[in-house]
Every structure is written in structure tokens, then in C-alpha cells.
């Protein structure tokens, strides 16, 4: 017995893949500026707001891709197309990626994006899964055009009516979603349950270790806010030996100096380490009682900055032992500056001093 013939004819996808293909190659060049002009919007935006982020990325559709998806079969027709004009209903040919390192810049950068753009569409994937109590893929992604403020103007007014994708997730949701969408492309069929047991699990990993760094981060801020005021209040003993706390430090003893470098102070903690200086109140004791202006005027013949005025105290405080244990002890060309402002100190009169800090045990 013969099947019953239909009478339409049946959809030819691979026609249909190879037109796609066709037109959208032909404007591809027009997606990838696009794309590239939304990343850009999208930095100014982040920057001005002072948000630190990993990454801004912007790509076009691959054509290989797209004609790829073009011609995904429709969930309750599968004898057609699921996009009968994909160049009109994929939606994902302009695409945009942030990916921030904590938890707390994903909302600041959404912030960003819905004043920045006509948002058409936000699918928010970390709330999804959170209201579900499921592990899964976590990002939030927006379907947005330009306003019409910019294509009103001639540089955007090509790119009117063209839609954009923007995701937005942390670097461990970016580095699990990157290696599960990775194995299901290589994956010939479903992936085995043992298989999705585990991505789920370290989906759930991934979002603690997201909470613990941005935990982190919030209790380095404090610590930091912390030691600044406590050496405000002159509380020396209670502060470790950090770059905040020493600019702090310097500024309140010697005067700001806004030229200084934060490189600059994080050099000077590892000298101040090295020479065994554990809190301010050694490093107070130490130069406590020297004329930072008339040392300097000695070893330099001028007032210079501030960290150099406080380096000059050091040796007349501590002497050999200052260069001895320096961190460029081990370099001839510093040793010999510094045993010259060292002759110079001594021939002027000053006292050098013998400051050890006391290391705890």
C-alpha cells in the first residue's frame, strides 16, 4: 500500500538556506559597524559611569551561521522554515557581549543599555534560573535599536530600524556558557544526564565563587576605607602597610602630592616590607623628629617630591641598613646615589640614626 501523496510541494530548506545566505551576505559589512557602533556607545557609557568591566565584544553574524540558522525548521510545523524571512526575524545578526567580574557591574551595565538604547526585549536568564532554583545558564540579554536622537544624525542613520543583541554576564558565567555551548556542538546527539548532572553542579559552583570575589572585593573596600580613616585619626598602630594607607599617611604628615603615581606607593610598600616595617607606628617612630625639607635640601640641593623626601628620612633614620636591605640593594648604580646622600648627610652634621622595626614573632 503507497503513502498518501500531499499536494504541496515539499519546502526546500537548502533553497532557502542558500537565498539567506545571499541577501545577508550582501549586508554584513553594514551588521559589523553596527555591531561595532553599539560597542562603542556601550563603552563610553560603562566608562563614564566608572564601571570596571572585563570586556566589551562585538561581532556580525558569521554567514555560515546564519544560513545555518535559516534553515531551523519551525517547532510546530517542522515541514517549514522557522524564519520564512531571516533576514527580517533573526534578531541576533548584530551582536554585542559584556562580560563583567562581578555580579553587581551586570546591573549597572543594564542600567546602562536601557538608557542608552530602545530596548525591544529583556530576557534576564540569572533571574529566570534563580526563581526556578535551578543552575543553568546565567546572562541577561536585551534586543535593542538606536534611538532616535542618534539616527537622526547622519553618521547613525544608516544603521535605523537594525537590531542588536547585547548579552551582559560575569567572566564565570561567560566561562561556563563558552565550554557547555562548546560540548553541545560537538555533542552528535543529547548530551548524557551524567554529563548534564555535572555542568549543572559546576553552574552552581560558579555562581558561589561569582558571590565570594564580589564578597571579596566589598570587604577590600571596607579594609581600605578603613586603614585611610584610621591613620586620619592617628591611630598608626592599627594599620597595616598598604598603598592607600601610605598615601594617606605621607599626605597627612608630608603634605599631598597629587603627582604621585599609585605605582609610586605600591613600590614604596614593598620597600618599607623589605625593610621590616610591619604598621605605621614603626614607620612614625622611625622618622619622628627629622625636617624632611632640610634632608632633602641636603641630599637633592632642592625640596623634591614627596616619596623622595620620605626616602631621604629613611636613611637618616635607619643608615646602612636602609640601603643594605633595600630592594635595589643588589643594584651598584642606587647603592652609589645612596651612600653619596648618605656622605652628604654626615658632613652637614645630621645624626644618623639605628632604626630597626621590631619584627613580630
Not at 6 to 13: A, E, I, K, L
Not at 109 to 134: L, M, T
Request: glycine share 4%.
Amino acid at each position: 500500500m503507497t503513502e498518501p501523496q500531499s499536494d504541496s510541494p515539499r519546502f526546500d530548506f537548502e533553497d532557502h538556506r542558500r537565498s539567506a545566505v545571499d541577501q545577508y551576505g550582501k549586508k554584513r559589512n553594514k551588521y559589523q559597524e553596527f555591531a561595532q557602533t553599539v560597542r562603542d556607545i556601550l563603552a563610553d557609557s560603562i566608562k563614564v559611569k566608572n564601571l570596571r568591566v572585563n570586556d566589551i565584544q562585538f561581532r556580525a553574524k558569521e554567514i555560515e551561521a546564519f544560513g545555518k540558522k535559516a534553515m531551523t525548521p519551525s517547532e510546530l510545523r517542522p515541514e517549514e522554515p522557522k524564519y520564512r524571512d531571516p533576514l527580517a526575524e533573526i534578531t541576533d545578526m548584530a551582536g554585542v557581549r559584556v562580560i563583567t567580574f562581578f555580579p553587581r557591574t551586570v546591573v549597572e551595565v543594564c542600567r546602562c543599555i536601557e538608557e542608552e538604547f530602545d530596548v525591544i526585549e529583556k530576557v534576564d536568564h540569572i533571574a529566570a534560573s534563580q526563581n526556578k532554583r535551578s543552575w543553568g545558564y546565567q546572562s541577561v540579554h536585551y534586543l535593542a535599536k538606536l534611538k532616535s536622537n542618534r539616527t537622526n544624525l547622519a553618521e547613525y542613520k544608516r544603521f535605523d530600524g537594525l537590531v542588536v543583541e547585547i548579552q551582559v554576564r560575569t567572566v564565570m558565567q561567560h566561562a561556563w556558557a563558552e565550554i557547555e555551548h562548546d560540548i553541545r556542538y560537538k555533542s552528535a546527539s543529547a548530551i548524557p544526564l551524567e554529563i548534564s548532572r555535572r555542568f549543572m553542579t559546576l553552574a552552581g559552583l560558579l555562581e558561589i565563587a561569582d558571590r565570594e570575589f564580589e564578597a571579596i572585593q566589598e570587604q577590600d573596600a571596607q579594609l581600605r576605607e578603613t586603614a585611610v580613616t584610621k591613620i586620619f585619626a592617628g591611630k598608626f598602630s592599627e594599620v597595616e602597610i598598604t598603598p592607600d594607607a601610605l598615601s594617606a599617611y605621607l599626605g597627612t604628615t608630608l603634605g599631598f602630592d597629587d603627582r604621585i603615581s599609585g605605582f609610586t606607593y605600591e613600590f614604596e610598600v614593598k620597600v618599607l616590607k623589605a625593610l621590616g616595617f610591619a604598621n605605621f607606628q614603626q614607620v612614625s617612630d622611625c622618622v619622628n623628629g627629622l625636617d624632611d625639607d632640610y634632608l632633602s635640601k641636603i641630599a637633592w640641593g632642592t625640596r623634591s617630591g614627596q616619596v623622595s623626601r620620605f626616602e631621604i628620612m629613611l636613611l637618616a633614620a635607619m643608615g646602612e641598613y636602609y640601603i643594605d636591605n633595600h630592594v635595589w640593594h643588589e643594584h651598584d648604580w642606587y647603592r652609589n646615589i645612596m651612600e653619596s646622600h648618605l656622605e652628604k648627610l654626615k658632613a652637614k652634621g645630621v645624626t644618623i640614626g639605628s632604626y630597626r622595626p621590631q619584627r613580630s614573632e
